[in-house]
C-alpha cells in the first residue's frame, strides 16, 4: 500500500545558511499577510473569492516593481504560503458549515494576520529536493548539514515537500515522501484494553504501564523563575533577548520529552513484544540480509556522466546509516509476529476539555497529551495489522467491576485501589479499568466471527449498549478463559 510519511531531523547551519532560512520565512509570512488583505478587500469590493494561483499572479506582477527582494528567495516559499492560506479559509467555512448542524463547538478559527514578534519562522519548499546520507539540497539553499545521519530516506521514495521551521534556535527539516510498504499481515493477538491517565499514561489490560514523565510538572518551579527573571528585564535590551531564549529553550525541551514518551508508549503497544534472545536474533538476521548502504550520487547533466555503481560509503557513515536501517526493518509487522500483536485496540473517548476545566487537574491534563496519545495509535495500529475503538466517554469504567459486573454509585478520583462491594475484588483503578476495556474487544471479536458481514463499528457499539445496562454480568474472566484473575495469577496480587 501506498502511504504518506514525514521524516522530521534537525539541521546543522552555518550563519549564511541560518539568514537565507530566515529570509525565506519572513517572505512566506510576508505572503500570508499580504494575501489575507488581499482576498478581505476583494471580497469587500466585488463579494467574490481570490484563489491561490490568482493571488500568485499578482505577486509575480509586484515583484518587478514593489518586492524585488523577493527575487532573492525561492518561489515555493510565497507560492506555498498562499495555499496554506486558502486551506485555512476551506477550513473555516467548514467548521462554520459543522456549526450550523450544530456538529462543532468551539472557535471557528477566521485566518489571522502573522506578526513578526510572534510567528513561527516556518516556511514549505517544493520542486528539486535531493537527500543524501548526511545532507539535504533544496532550491535556492543549496545543500544542508543534517545533525542525525541516515535517518531521511535516499531513495525508493517520492518526495512531495520540505518543510523548513525554528524551534528555540534549533533548525529543522520535515520531508513529506510517498513511499510503498507491504500490507502488513493482520494481528491474531490477545485484544488490548487501554486505560489513560495523569498518574500513569497508559495502564493496559494485561498488565503494562506506560509511564508518565509529567515533565512539565517536573520543571514548574524552574519555569516560574525564568518567567520572572524575563519580566524583570529592561524590554527590547540584550539580555531581555537572551532570556527569552533560555525560557524557550526550556519549554522546547519539556515538549521533546513529553513527545519522545508518547512515540515510545505507542510503539510499545502496537508493536509485537520480543525478548531480548528473540530480538538479538532477529537484528542479527536482519543485519544479515541487508546490503552495504552506498552513497547515492546526484546526476549529472552534460558530458559529465554518473559512475555506473554508486561508491560505498565511508565505515563510520556506513555504520550508522545500516543501524537505522536494521531499525527500520525490526518496526515492520511480520508473520510470525502475528501472535504477539494486539488484533484489537480499545481506548475512552475522554472529553479533555472538560476535564481541562478544573481547576486542579488542569496542569496535569494539559501535561498529558492525550490527543496526541489517540492520534499516534491511530495510524500505528493499521501500520501493525490492527485496529482501534475507541469506548463511549460515558461507558463506566472504573465504576464497573470486571469480576461480576457491579456497578458503583460513585467513586472518587483519591480511590486508587477498586473494591468490589458485591463479589469484595480488590484490584488496582486503572487496572480494573482496562480489563473492561479489553472485554469489550472480547466480545467485538467472537461477534465478528458470528457475523463477518457486520462492521467491527457496528458490533462495538452493540456490545457496549448491552454491557452499559444494569445488573450485567463482568466478561472478565470468560475474557481470560482459565477462571483466575491477573492479580491472582500475576504479581499485582499485593495491590489489596
Not at 69 to 79: G, H
Not at 131 to 139: G, R, S, T, W
Amino acid at each position: 500500500m501506498q502511504i504518506t510519511r514525514g521524516y522530521r531531523t534537525e539541521l546543522d547551519l552555518n550563519n549564511h545558511q541560518i539568514t537565507a532560512c530566515k529570509k525565506h520565512a519572513g517572505a512566506a509570512r510576508w505572503a500570508w499577510n499580504w494575501g489575507l488583505a488581499r482576498k478581505q478587500a476583494v471580497y469587500q469590493e466585488s463579494k467574490r473569492w481570490i484563489g491561490a494561483m490568482e493571488l500568485h499572479r499578482e505577486l509575480n506582477k509586484l515583484k518587478q516593481t514593489e518586492i524585488p527582494w523577493m527575487y532573492e528567495i525561492s518561489k515555493a516559499a510565497p507560492q506555498e504560503a498562499l495555499r496554506d492560506l486558502d486551506q485555512a479559509y476551506r477550513n473555516f467555512f467548514r467548521r462554520v458549515r459543522l456549526n450550523k448542524e450544530g456538529k462543532w463547538k468551539g472557535t471557528l478559527g477566521f485566518p489571522k494576520f502573522k506578526s513578526k514578534r510572534c510567528g513561527l519562522l516556518s516556511f514549505r519548499l517544493t520542486g528539486a529536493i535531493h537527500v543524501y546520507e548526511k545532507a539535504i539540497e533544496l532550491p535556492r539553499l543549496g545543500r544542508l548539514r543534517l545533525k542525525e545521519c541516515g535517518y531521511l530516506p535516499t531513495s525508493g521514495v517520492h518526495i512531495l515537500s520540505a518543510t523548513v521551521s525554528e524551534e528555540a534556535g534549533r533548525w529543522y527539516v520535515s520531508v513529506q515522501v510517498e513511499e510503498e510498504v507491504a500490507l502488513p499481515p493482520p494481528a491474531t493477538g490477545f485484544p488490548l484494553g487501554v486505560d489513560l491517565g495523569s498518574k500513569t499514561l497508559a495502564q493496559c489490560s494485561d498488565g503494562r504501564a506506560v509511564a508518565n514523565p509529567k515533565a512539565l510538572r517536573s520543571e514548574l518551579g524552574r519555569l516560574k523563575r525564568l518567567h520572572r527573571r524575563l519580566s524583570r528585564k529592561q524590554k527590547d535590551s540584550k539580555n531581555r533577548a537572551k532570556a527569552r531564549v533560555i525560557l524557550a529553550r526550556t519549554y522546547a525541551r519539556l515538549a521533546h520529552i513529553r513527545r519522545d514518551a508518547l512515540h515510545k508508549g505507542t510503539s510499545l503497544l502496537t508493536r509485537a513484544v520480543l525478548s531480548p534472545e528473540e530480538r538479538g536474533s532477529r537484528l542479527a538476521e536482519i543485519a544479515a540480509s541487508l546490503p552495504e548502504p552506498k552513497a547515492k550520487v546526484k546526476a549529472r547533466t552534460g558530458k559529465r556522466t554518473q559512475p555506473a555503481e554508486p561508491p560505498l560509503l565511508p565505515e563510520q557513515i556506513a555504520r550508522k546509516v545500516k543501524q537505522k536501517q536494521i531499525k527500520q526493518v525490526l518496526r515492520q509487522a511480520r508473520t510470525v509476529d502475528a501472535p504477539l500483536r494486539p488484533s484489537m485496540t480499545i481506548l475512552e473517548d475522554l472529553n479533555v476539555d472538560g476535564m481541562r476545566r478544573n481547576r486542579k487537574l488542569a496542569l496535569s491534563i494539559s501535561d498529558v497529551g492525550f490527543g496526541e496519545f489517540r492520534r499516534q495509535m491511530t495510524y500505528k495500529a493499521v501500520w501493525q495489522g490492527g485496529s482501534l475503538l475507541l469506548a463511549d466517554r460515558w461507558f463506566p469504567s472504573t465504576k464497573l467491576c470486571s469480576g461480576c459486573g457491579h456497578v458503583k454509585a460513585e467513586m472518587d478520583l483519591s480511590e486508587r485501589v477498586y473494591a468490589c462491594d458485591n463479589c469484595h475484588l480488590v484490584i488496582d483503578r486503572d487496572l480494573n479499568a482496562a480489563l473492561n476495556l479489553a472485554a469489550l474487544a472480547h466480545e467485538v471479536l467472537k461477534l465478528a466471527e458470528q457475523n463477518p458481514d457486520r462492521s467491527l463499528q457496528a458490533l462495538f457499539h452493540e456490545v457496549m449498549a448491552k454491557t452499559m445496562q444494569a445488573d450485567q454480568p463482568g466478561p472478565y474472566r470468560e475474557f481470560l478463559g482459565k477462571g483466575e484473575t491477573p492479580v491472582e495469577r500475576e504479581a499485582l496480587a499485593d495491590l489489596s
